[in-house]
């Protein structure tokens, strides 16, 4: 059990850039999820895949933000023409399902300049 | 929707001396509580869990929480704490083992000689 990677662990665009983060969860976790995480706030719902189908998206998660997991194992968080607001720290998280805890990522810090 | 309140934003301490963090939750149905705990530079570790069952329940390294229904409470406690528990300290509540979790915004513990 190797725990759940991100990649990469900081990323610093300039405003308009588009942007992807990268998260691998812990094999065989079927259920893979994104928080954000701002300064000295706690972590902010986005989004939630249950294997390849996203089942739930936050109002958080504007037009300007897409994710996937297409084969149900790693998920891509891309963020198109970034924005100041989007600073922010990018955590990603799996379980195996229901009754099982969540198991965090560091997380990917994104500065847009 | 479900939503918690951490109380406290810093709590400092000395250390061997007990401490309590506070945490409220409103919800119009059942929930699931958790506390998440954050060293500095470190992702979000699971302290503890409840999900039904007795309303005391114990955690990692020490910690203890009790789920209190009639104050709508789950309130973190240690009897005696180590320099090594300084970290931000997250209460979190989801509608349901396995969905998304919604996050209070911390308390951080100090603890000091």
């Known amino acids: 059990d190797t725990g759940v990677s991100q990649d990469p662990r900081h990323k610093i665009t300039k405003r308009g850039q588009n942007v992807t983060f990268r998260c691998d969860p812990i094999s065989e976790h079927n259920r893979l999820y994104w928080y954000r995480q701002t300064l000295g706030q706690g972590p902010e719902f986005l989004t939630y895949f249950q294997n390849e189908a996203q089942l739930e998206k936050s109002r958080l998660l504007s037009d300007r933000f897409s994710a996937e997991r297409p084969k149900g194992s790693f998920s891509t968080l891309e963020i198109q023409r970034t924005e100041q607001g989007d600073s922010a720290m990018y955590l990603c998280a799996s379980s195996s399902g229901e009754r099982t805890q969540q198991f965090f990522g560091p997380g990917t810090r994104l500065t847009v300049l | 929707a479900q939503s918690v309140t951490q109380l406290d934003s810093q709590v400092p301490v000395f250390e061997e001396a007990p401490v309590e963090l506070r945490c409220n939750y409103s919800s119009s149905v059942s929930v699931y509580l958790f506390w998440y705990v954050q060293y500095p530079n470190q992702g979000l570790q699971l302290l503890l869990k409840?999900?039904?069952?007795?309303?005391l329940v114990k955690g990692i390294n020490g910690f203890e929480a009790e789920f209190n229904k009639s104050q709508t409470s789950f309130h973190l406690r240690k009897p005696s704490v180590h320099i090594s528990d300084t970290a931000e300290y997250f209460c979190?509540?989801?509608?349901?083992?396995?969905?998304?979790?919604?996050f209070g915004k911390g308390t951080s513990l100090l603890v000091t000689p």
């Open positions: 979190a509540v989801s509608r349901s083992s396995g969905y998304a979790l919604n």
């Open positions: 409840y999900l039904s069952g007795s309303t």
